[in-house]
Every structure is written in structure tokens, then in C-alpha cells.
């Protein structure tokens, strides 16, 4: 209990913590979720028995709401990646996913989630912020370098490579103890897939990485070759891509959408939208009707959805009160904004400088 570790850690404190309050701590940490405050507004009420503060109505608690919603939806995206990284578990080919949607779709989103859900599983997760305009096998040095910290003992399977990957990377260069130079490109292509299937054939690996356009070209060149490997490897990777890449692809993505398995976001379903907003304003009355009105004004698009939430929270047509929410009795689709003007809206409230 926290009063417990108070009187240890700081006998002299003269103030002790309320029973009560050690109660509440730790029913927030009670394995089972069942045996916890089942939403914020039980929570606050146990805080208000406790204080006398007084109500806090603030903008930036209602932000909060918004930006801490549930994930919901893609069930089926879930399900069959979770069988191929069983799969992957067990050896055979790679296995590849090529996550496509349209923007505000959430790709992104949905592959933190199988990102957690990897790591989760005991699988060695390799996930890489992806930098456009990088320099050549940036990506695939900072895939090293995450494999390194998730695996320190992978080290002695990089050492044999060290002279050849640390030339591409000034990062890479000083966790192997090398001298950076200009890499030999086939040569620092091989050995970087050569360090990831050794460790994949003893080792599950899941890969995932976001907006695969984006990285560096050699890097795109790697994770083809893995993909087009035949050698059994329990290796899972993840990509994702828009539906509309614009520019022509080069030639190693073309080849990396063409061997995975793809898949397209659709729109979420009225149920999943109703989910969505009842992670953000909870049990408010009126939660249906509005569900409704929003997935008939976004057509299913969870990144317009949140936009016209945070547009009804800060137009104060749904108003955030000691801990629970207060939802307009109807609302007109006609009158939320599209996708669009909600983005635009957020950028005119950017300062000059921000903008700049």
C-alpha cells in the first residue's frame, strides 16, 4: 500500500495517506479489470469523497478523452495476422502483410496495435520510425540497432558484419566499435540480410513498418529481399502503404507489395463508430443518436470521426463536467465539418511561428 511505502521510504512525513486513498490506488491495480473503478466518473466520485476540491472543467481534460480513445474494430485484420505470426513462429517461408487504406483510415493505428500485441507475445518486435529523405540504409541501420536493444545477446551475430553495416550508419558505427566510411551497397544490402535471417532462424522476428514509401531505397531493397527469401525463417513482417502511392514505386516496393499478402482498410462499421465515441464520452446520454449522425457524416472514417468529436468538444456542443459528458439532444449532419475543414480548422489554431 502507498502508506506503507511512505512510512518506509520517508518516516519523517508528517501528513499519512487516507485509507481510502490506498484503497483506491490499488483497486487501479488490480490485475483483473473487473476488480477496478469501472469508469472515470466512479473514480471521481471516490476522489471527491475523499477532497474538497471543487469540479475541474478544463479543455485540455476533454483533449484528453479524444486522444486517449479505444482502438476498435479490424477484427479480421487482427485474426489473420496473429495466425500468420503463429505461423512465422513455427518456420517455413517469410510471411509478409501489406496493409493498404485510404488516409484517416488508421493504418498507422492499427499497426501500433499489432505492434503491442507482438511484443506482448514474447516475439523480438522491431519497430522503426520511418524518416523521408533519409540517407541510404538509414532504416535499415536503426533495424539494427532496435534489434540490439531487444536483443543484446544478437551482438555476436552482427559481429562477423560489423566492418561492412557500421560504414552505413555513424549510430551503428559507434555501438559496433567501427569506423564509419562509404559502404559498398551490394555488399552492405547482403550482410544486412544475412544478420536477419541468422537471428530469424532460431529466433521469431516480427517487423513492422510504417509507410514503407518513405524509407531510404536500399532499405526498401532489403526488406524485398527478405520477403523473396526461400530459406525458412520465422520471420513476420508487417507494411503499410496508402492506397494511392502517387509517384511510381520503386522497383523493390513493387516487388514487396506484389509477394505479400494484402490487405485493405475499409471503413468502420456503424457498431465499431458507436465504440469509438463510447470510448471517448462514455455511457452520455444521447451517445446512439450521435454515433449515428457521425458515421453518416464521416462514412466510417475513424480519423474524421475523432476530428468531429474534438469539433463538438471545443464548439461546446458536447460539454465535458465532473467527469462525465453532456451530448447535443440531435445534431444536423449537415453541420459537422467534413474531414477537410476539421484539418484546416486545427491548423488556423496553430500560432505563426508553429505554421512556419
Not at 490499488?26 to 474538497?52: C, G, K, V
Not at 512465422?88 to 488508421?106: D, I, N, S, T
Not at 531505397?217 to 527478405?226: G, R, T
Amino acid at each position: 500500500a502507498p502508506s506503507r511505502l511512505l512510512a518506509a521510504s520517508a518516516p519523517e512525513a508528517t501528513e499519512p495517506i487516507p485509507h481510502a486513498l490506498d484503497d483506491l490506488l490499488l483497486a487501479l491495480l488490480r490485475p483483473d479489470p473487473r476488480d477496478r473503478p469501472q469508469d472515470i466518473e466512479e473514480l471521481i466520485d471516490r476522489l471527491h469523497a475523499l477532497t474538497d476540491l471543487e469540479p475541474e472543467e478544463n479543455k485540455a481534460l476533454a483533449r484528453g478523452y479524444i486522444e486517449s480513445k479505444a482502438f476498435v474494430g479490424r477484427e479480421r485484420e487482427r485474426t489473420a495476422i496473429s495466425r500468420l505470426l503463429t505461423e512465422a513462429q513455427g518456420g517455413g517461408r517469410v510471411k509478409a502483410v501489406c496493409l493498404e487504406a485510404e488516409a484517416g483510415l488508421g493504418r498507422s493505428r492499427l499497426l501500433q496495435e499489432l505492434t503491442v500485441a507482438s511484443r506482448v507475445s514474447g516475439v523480438i518486435t522491431l519497430a522503426v520510425a520511418t524518416r523521408p529523405g533519409a540517407a541510404d540504409f538509414t532504416f535499415a541501420a536503426s533495424l539494427i540497432l532496435a534489434l540490439l536493444d531487444s536483443m543484446p545477446a544478437a551482438l555476436e551475430r552482427v559481429r562477423p558484419y560489423a566492418a561492412e553495416l557500421a560504414r552505413t550508419s555513424e549510430a551503428l558505427a559507434r555501438r559496433l566499435g567501427q569506423p564509419i566510411g562509404r559502404p559498398d551497397q551490394s555488399a552492405a544490402l547482403e550482410d544486412f540480410r544475412q544478420v536477419l535471417l541468422d537471428i530469424a532462424r532460431e529466433h521469431t522476428l516480427a517487423v513492422f513498418v510504417d509507410d514503407l514509401h518513405r524509407i531510404d531505397p536500399p532499405s526498401q531493397a532489403l526488406l524485398a529481399s527478405l520477403v523473396l527469401e526461400k530459406a525458412p525463417a520465422k520471420l513476420l513482417l508487417v507494411v503499410t502503404l496508402p492506397r494511392e502511392l502517387g509517384a511510381d514505386p520503386s522497383p523493390a516496393l513493387r516487388s514487396l507489395r506484389q509477394a505479400a499478402l494484402p490487405m485493405e482498410l475499409c471503413p468502420l462499421a456503424a457498431s465499431d463508430v458507436h465504440a469509438l465515441l463510447h470510448s471517448v464520452f462514455g455511457n452520455a446520454s444521447y451517445l446512439d443518436r450521435l454515433a449515428q449522425r457521425v458515421h453518416q457524416a464521416s462514412a466510417g472514417n475513424p480519423a474524421h470521426c475523432l476530428e468531429i468529436a474534438e469539433h463538438l468538444a471545443r464548439s461546446g456542443a458536447a460539454r465535458y463536467s465532473e467527469g462525465g459528458w453532456e451530448l447535443p439532444a440531435d445534431l444536423d449532419p449537415n453541420s459537422l465539418p467534413t474531414l477537410r475543414e476539421a484539418q484546416i480548422a486545427r491548423l488556423t489554431r496553430l500560432s505563426a511561428a508553429t505554421r512556419a
